[in-house]
DNA sequence: AGGAGCCTGCGC
DNA sequence: GCGCAGGCTCCT
């Protein structure tokens, strides 16, 4: 489940769980799963105490006792199922961590795409990450910098985390959906306004998004205002939603009302 | 920039 | 059956 909010609920129940507690068993039990750790490195974590719990876009970092760190990746399906040590493993558990507190914490995920790996004192994260979404540093200023020499429509280059951190597929869309921008547009065209509202739609969506359990649903969502809702009518303006594909993604976008700001300012 | 691929389940 | 999926990396 993987989009910012929902990452967000997820680190949160990881640190909940874990606050403080030292690490009595590390367990990969999919290959794919663990296929960025060496094979001693899981070891290293037993007897550590998990000391704080960060996310950084859709990354998660447990920070240990020592300096080491504990890094999730959720990609498509992943999310955590936490119990004790008694209950049995949920379905699709992939990776396990128990506590000596008697907590278990499991990270289920069906098509175990997701990653796992302990990262030295000092080491970084891999991959380079923007500003994340939700920080006070991602701001019309830095997108408009970020986008001014891409020549890639908007779309993508939302979903370019070194640009800005934590969008995903589904928020990308409702984003530009509500700030009416098309989505096929060069991301260095569009101007400072549409970068403002820009801005302010991705800050609306992701703090939306979410029910009660921290989970988001696709269809028969009444949040969700274009994604997944081809030739439905659009919420705004009652024209049949459009699905397109962009960099091998489902784009989802209402031709109506989503215009494209080179030909809005042309015709006044 | 575009596509394949990773792995598995689900809906048609 | 087949095609699709909320992400990301790596390859042409």
């Known amino acids: 489940m993987p989009e910012l909010p929902e990452v967000e609920h997820a680190a949160r129940a990881l640190a909940r769980a874990t606050s403080g507690a030292r690490i009595v068993r590390a367990k990969v039990l999919h290959p794919y799963v663990g296929r960025n ?3 001693t490195s899981l070891r290293r974590l037993v007897g550590r105490a998990i000391a704080r719990v960060e996310r950084r876009g859709k990354h998660q970092l447990a920070m240990l006792d020592d300096g080491s760190m504990l890094h999730v990746h959720f990609r498509m399906t992943g999310d955590w199922v936490v119990s004790s040590r008694e209950q049995e493993l ?5 990776f396990v961590l128990e506590l000596e507190n008697g907590a278990r914490i499991v990270l289920a995920d069906p098509r175990a795409l997701s ?6 004192p000092g080491a970084s994260l891999a991959t380079m990450l923007g500003p994340d979404a939700v920080s006070e540093q991602f701001d019309a200023a830095h997108l408009r910098t970020a986008l001014a020499r891409r020549r890639i429509a908007i779309k993508p280059a939302l979903l370019d985390q070194s640009v800005v951190a934590g969008i995903g597929n589904i928020y990308a869309a409702e984003a530009l959906w509500l700030a009416r921008i098309d989505p096929r547009v060069p991301a260095s065209r569009l101007g400072a306004r549409d970068v403002e509202r820009l801005v302010r739609a991705i800050r609306r969506v992701l703090s939306r998004g979410r029910d009660g359990s921290g989970r988001y649903t696709t269809a028969g969502s009444a949040r969700l205002n274009v994604y997944d809702r081809e030739a439905k009518r659009c919420p705004r303006c009652g024209t049949s939603i459009a699905r397109i594909v962009q960099a091998a993604r489902s784009t989802y976008w209402c031709p109506g009302c989503q215009v494209n700001p080179a030909l809005r300012a042309t015709r006044p």
């Open 37 to 39: 750790l060496r094979k």
């Open 90 to 94: 949920p379905r699709f558990a992939r």
């Open 115 to 120: 990653t796992v790996e302990v990262l030295e």
